[in-house]
């Protein structure tokens, strides 16, 4: 977890007032490594599809703050956040993101498809939504366990689409599995607007059919995003069965950095960039009588700080060795395999 | 005791999920039905329904949900009920699983086995009748294996399931029931990516697997007792990794190669094992090295049709004798 901060100066803070500056914090460090890596991505120090979460940073944070060690989370592709909330270093994230042999994948994949198991992060595919019937899977096994942790699948409106969605969720409501499916609804697949996706407002709308309840709010509102973030979670959570939260968000940049989005409308994306996360969070903490102007100073020093000691890291770390190619492909065979003597070589002839 | 190989993965996956509590069964049909063939009858029974688990049709979530159990310790054995609808899974076997490990840096493991009825020669026509092994074996991270026998088919299921990499099991239906063996009792496992001469023979190597071994072994001995032709009988028992030495050391060894599968000629592993040969033995070569395998057509229902299709003991006669004049 990154260090708290914001909070030096105030007289004793109440664990809510340190707890609202963290979430302030992780959504600033978040933007500030997603401006950082479009950067990059124009300069070429990033080489291949880089996909910004940019506008959509109160999700992350919002859903991802409640859970605990050990639930499982399975980002889409622009959730840079979910793994800085997640707690993996973002010096391996922006190896990950540069090839490096420092990265989540040693090198092996782009962006965001690296995962990182010691922190319950799934890396993603890029066939949008075949993540769900994993996180399913990992909601199972918590249920026969009995462990008392619960998985998180992020998908878009766009993924919504893909018949795997479909089958992990009505499978989640039929045994009552402890999953928690989050649509982040940016209102585009690629260029393709939400009214030619689908006939109805709400992606919320289906969970009822699958057996579980939808529930709809702000994407860009954090404090809507938590609020009914912990209170979904804790029924999920207390085996009460799945649930979908829908996320109304924008996407601010392209669908990559290669897509100058101009099939959109220049008003829209005004619209949406006067309604973003972090003026809004800033102005919240600002009626609660902090000095807003001074803790954004001390933030961004902090985020320059963290985002620049991760190229830093990144940039100095080696290139993968070549004939790593043919590393990480599998598994070496479990210790607990009996090995087979010669002695039975002619039992299967006929 | 005489068992069927369908007994014989009822068996393995018995003394699998009493051997690790981790282990547990889904797909369609598999609990109260005890599977479309009866291969996890008795599960249910002695294992639970949280442990044995009936899914609703949903292919690609079968195998989703196995991958995501399984990447947390979990060692799930899915059913395709048959073989040819692995194709709705295809995406989750060959992007989601395959490449998971190499994506998380070698710091993820997929112990998964997908079980897959497969193979023709059961009136089962074009969607019940299908080999789609060769869609699989050419996608590194999977491993893939084709037990002919009723040994092996215990032996490399037991193997399969306590293997840390996604598996591919392709068992073949019309054996299901066809053939039965002394199947010793207990614990034992058959090594994956390892081959076994089924006959040893000098002067001509026939490489099979599967449904075809039978009819192999049939037509190898007919040769021999009627031509005095000596064939020497491979079965290959995993297609994915292949076990290249066995293939090159029987090729070197006779010098006349002949290749026999159920699954289409065009794109079918029978291509790749010849281009092994030519590459790595090709001055031990006596003769061209040949395939006998279904034609390349989809497998039809009616009787004449699919008699027409799939390779049997007589077009491996006129191969063999064929390769052996050259």
């Known amino acids: 977890m990154p260090e708290t901060i914001g909070a030096r100066g105030e007289a004793e803070p109440s664990p809510r007032i340190e707890y609202e500056l963290q979430l302030y914090y992780w959504m600033k460090l978040i933007r500030a490594f997603e401006e950082r890596v479009s950067r990059l991505h124009r300069q070429n120090k990033i080489l291949g599809g880089v996909y910004s979460g940019a506008g959509q940073e109160a999700i992350v944070t919002g859903i991802c703050a409640p859970l605990k060690d050990g639930d499982f989370v399975a980002p889409l592709h622009r959730d840079m956040g979910v793994f800085i909330m997640r707690g993996v270093e973002p010096s391996r994230l922006m190896a990950q993101l540069m090839g490096k042999e420092t990265g989540l994948s040693r090198g092996k994949d782009s962006f965001l498809h690296g995962g990182d198991m010691e922190h319950f992060v799934f890396g993603s595919t890029s066939m949008l939504g075949s993540s769900l019937p994993v996180a399913v899977g990992a909601a199972l096994k918590f249920k026969m366990k009995r462990d008392p942790n619960i998985a998180v699948a992020f998908f878009g409106e766009g993924a919504s689409s893909r018949g795997d969605v479909h089958e992990a969720m009505n499978f989640a409501g039929v045994h009552k599995l402890p999953v928690l499916f989050v649509c982040e609804n940016n209102r585009y697949a690629y260029s393709t607007p939400l009214e030619k996706q689908m006939a109805i407002e709400d992606v919320a709308d289906r969970a009822e059919a699958y057996g579980f309840k939808g529930h709809v709010c702000s994407g860009n509102d954090l404090l809507a995003v938590l609020e009914v973030t912990e209170r979904v979670v804790d029924k999920v959570r207390a085996g009460e069965g799945p649930a979908l939260i829908e996320c109304k968000t924008y996407r601010y940049r392209g669908h990559s950095e290669h897509d100058a989005a101009l099939y959109r409308d220049k008003e829209e994306l005004i619209e949406w960039e006067s309604r973003d996360p972090i003026p809004r969070f800033e102005f919240y903490l600002e009626k609660k009588g902090h000095d807003i102007k001074r803790i954004r100073e001390q933030i961004d020093e902090k985020t320059n700080q963290v985002v620049q000691q991760a190229v830093d890291y990144a940039e100095q770390s080696p290139l993968p060795d070549p004939k790593e190619a043919l590393e990480d492909l599998y598994a070496s065979p479990a210790a607990s395999v009996t090995p087979s003597s010669n002695s039975n070589s002619n039992h299967g002839a006929r | ?326």
């Open chain 2, 1 to 326: 005791m005489e068992q069927t190989y369908i007994k014989a993965i009822n068996i393995a996956l018995h003394e699998e999920m009493r051997r690790d509590e981790n282990v547990f069964i889904m797909g369609e049909d598999v609990a109260d039905l005890g599977g479309a063939f009866k291969a996890t009858e008795g599960l249910l029974a002695a294992f639970g329904e949280e442990r044995v688990i009936d899914t609703p049709i949903s292919e690609a979530l079968i195998v989703g949900a196995g991958i995501g159990a399984a990447v947390l310790g979990m060692r799930p054995v899915v059913e395709m009920q048959f073989a040819d609808f692995i194709s709705c899974a295809f995406d989750q076997i060959v992007n989601m699983a395959a490449t998971l490990r190499y994506r998380h840096g070698g710091k993820a493991a997929c112990p998964l086995v997908v079980r897959a009825p497969s193979g023709a020669g059961v009136h089962g026509a074009l969607f019940h009748s299908q080999n789609p092994e060769a869609w699989f074996t050419r996608v590194p991270g999977l491993k893939v294996v084709a037990p002919a026998t009723v040994y092996d088919a215990k032996g490399l299921l037991k193997s399969a399931i306590r293997d840390g990499n996604p598996v591919v099991y392709f068992e073949h239906k019309r054996l299901y029931r066809s053939i039965k063996e002394d199947l010793p009792e207990g614990d034992f496992t058959v090594p994956i990516g390892v081959a076994e001469i089924r006959k040893e023979g000098g002067d001509l190597s026939l490489i099979t697997y599967g449904g075809t071994l039978g009819p192999s072994l049939d037509a190898a001995r007919i040769v021999e007792k009627e031509d005095g032709l000596a064939v020497e009988v491979l079965d290959l028992r995993t297609l994915l990794p292949l076990d290249r030495e066995a293939v090159l050391a029987t090729a070197r060894k006779t010098g006349k190669v002949l290749i026999v599968h159920e699954d289409r000629l065009t794109g079918g592993i029978g291509g790749e094992i010849a281009a092994l040969i030519s590459e790595h033995a090709f001055e031990d070569l006596d003769g061209p090295v040949r395939r006998v395998a279904a034609l390349d057509t989809h497998v039809a229902f009616s009787p004449p049709l699919e008699q027409t299709i799939l390779p049997d003991t007589n077009r491996i006669l006129e191969a063999i004798r064929g390769l052996a004049a050259y």
